[in-house]
DNA sequence: ACACCGGATGTAAGCGCTTACAAATTACGG
DNA sequence: CCGTAATTTGTAAGCGCTTACATCCGGTGT
């Protein structure tokens, strides 16, 4: 419809002044008295060409204050430089710091992330894939979300995808899982080497993978030490502070006692802290507080706070690497660093009674 | 290139027989035996077509799984359906809560957000003008950028611009304020109120506007009880925990009695307290500590962050409502909501000395 | 029965760019 | 100084889409 784009230039000139139509090759060339190829090959060093005409089409770039226009780029090349990222919430820490982590990488590589949360619900999350695919992003990262397996594979026939933080193998689709259960097991074993026996776990919601397989290392590692298990101190949450909260409120209301409690997330884990302080007990005087994540704000907390650390940033980065090996047709040989327990003080022995 | 693109794609089928390459309205239009012009009159609802004929293109396309090509369409149609937004850094938790009001706000309307960071320096930011220039969005928002009113007026005469906290009066641009000063205002009168007359502030950089509008009401504050105000209790931080932390660990230093604390926003009081928690000061019972920002982990601490409340979420909305405000040609009319002060748990009157 | 009209379709141009291919220019060797 | 090869440059087609304009259709009025 170039007749309504002309139309409506010129209009918004006449009416505001404004957005004046912006430069294209052709106005270069014309200005610079060359060729439109002759300028296309200049901004993309595609050929050689004579010094004299590469001054003057520069000069004209610069006096146009030309930039090439990346739609009609993306439509001329067939790729559009771009990565998909799907999260579940542009806001919550833990996958804003893995934004920043694919953000820093494909931005140094020439490549520009376009970021859409899900929402927590499946519905939202096909929007997001719709909408991508529509844009015809080079790739899409998908940051642990509530799509099934078969659905990826699906999509994964039009797009190559990488699938962070959860296990997955199929054609064109790259996965880095992060080792929760080995996570979980350190941070239980931690409290158990500090002699508590009764270790609470809170866990996110019931049927998602990264909580199972954190319950999992929990129970392992009481297994290990010869504890026995007890599902009365095991109860669910929302992966979020107010989960925590709730949570911990019906811990302490239970009366089972306990004298340590193992989060599935540093979210959750700030929401406990919250609930014990109301409940007038002090961390880790008490009740020793460990989380799972290691966000950037778990250190500044008060006390500081043990959390099992597998750097989402990292995550992200790795991400983007593993894609863009992908895009260039190689099998990614990206593998995480592993996690690691940071203990800091919201753990300590257990209060001699 | 159409050459290139079609070798590519013919190439990766053979290769990987994956990225077929996706249906185009054409195809479309001859799976349902009509042209390509009716395909597109369906999609986009531009004009009556008999029910038969839809009925054909409607299957043709779920069986062909087309999804337009968004930068061919934004070619044909001169705009882009994207409004680019610049922050300092997508995983600082004040501007994610922006960014998520944003993105809530547009992507219900049709419109996609696309997000870059300036890390903090000009030069950065001006990378990410530069991109989403080039990438023809209909319109940027920027949240307290670091560019130039100068600059930033340049710009705004290829494209409309929002500027969100922040004051700048020029064409094509419509900035959304807050009201800092009042803010600070009251954050520092509820300390007096509560009777204390020793109260520190922590600054953010120094030159930046935020930093020197909060001061201002803080000053006035003071100013109004008829409290002198003492250099010495002014000290610099970053806007950051790490500079709360430092920051409070040189009042400590300094020997100045001090008996309540107001920081440039909720990062640097997260580290405020947690240098007081290391000096084995508490909070409020020694020292009472007040945020601004109201982020969303400030409930969630321990104890909860009295702060000042402008809700970044509202300012995003409000600023993607502006945003297409300006898009339909209207001048703005969004305001914000005023700050207000949430007193939570970390301010309490001075002890008795 | 015929010219005419309004609405449903189709045809083709153009959005800004890249690049295959042709044309024009330059540099050589004889 | 000319023919030919090696460059440099220009021309034009095509990427997938929208829409102005032409075409075609059945239905009216007379």
């Known amino acids: 419809m170039s007749k309504r784009a002309a139309d409506n230039n010129a209009r918004k000139r006449a009416t505001t002044a404004l957005p004046d139509s912006p430069p294209t090759l052709e106005m270069v060339a014309k200005e610079a008295g060359v060729s439109i190829a002759t300028v296309s090959r200049i901004i993309n060093g595609t050929a050689k060409v004579s010094a004299d005409r590469k001054d003057a089409v520069e000069a004209a770039i610069a006096k146009l204050n030309f930039r090439p226009n990346a739609a009609a780029r993306g439509l001329a090349l ?21 934004l920043r982590g694919i953000e820093d990488y494909l931005q140094q590589r020439g490549y520009t992330a376009l970021f859409m949360s899900g929402n927590w619900n499946e519905a939202d999350e096909e929007r997001c894939m719709s909408e991508l695919l529509s844009r015809r992003v080079d790739g899409i990262i998908i940051f642990s979300g509530r799509l099934q397996d078969r659905q990826l594979a699906t999509y ?9 933080g959860r296990s997955l193998k199929a054609p064109n689709i790259f996965s880095l899982p992060v080792d929760d259960e080995r996570g979980a097991l350190l941070a239980t ?5 500090l002699g508590h026996t009764r270790i609470a776990f809170i866990a996110g919601i019931l049927d998602h993978p990264d909580a199972s397989l954190r319950f999992k290392g929990y129970r392992r590692a009481l297994a290990d ?27 302490l209301k239970s009366g089972h006692k306990f004298t340590a409690l193992f989060c599935v997330n540093d979210q959750t884990a700030y929401g406990a802290c919250l609930a014990l302080y109301r409940g007038g007990l002090n961390c880790p005087r008490d009740i020793s507080v460990v989380g ?30 593993a894609m863009l090996q992908m895009l260039q047709g190689e099998r990614p040989d990206i593998s995480l660093p592993q996690v690691e327990l940071i203990v800091r003080e919201s753990t300590a022995a257990p209060r001699k009674e």
């Open 225 to 251: 030490a010869g504890i026995a298990h007890d599902p009365k101190l095991v109860v669910p949450g929302d992966f979020h502070e107010e989960g925590g909260v709730e949570a911990t409120m019906r811990l």
């Open 292 to 321: 799972f994540d290691d966000l950037h704000s778990s250190s500044y907390r008060v006390p500081p706070l043990t959390s099992v650390r597998q750097s989402i940033r990292v995550l992200g980065e790795s991400s983007g690497a």
């Open 78 to 98: 067939g790729k559009s430089n771009t990565i998909g990222v799907i999260t579940q919430a542009i806001d919550s820490p833990f996958y804003a710091e893995g």
């Open 189 to 193: 074993r931690h409290l158990i080497e």
């Open 156 to 164: 994964a026939k039009q797009v190559p995808l990488v699938v962070s």
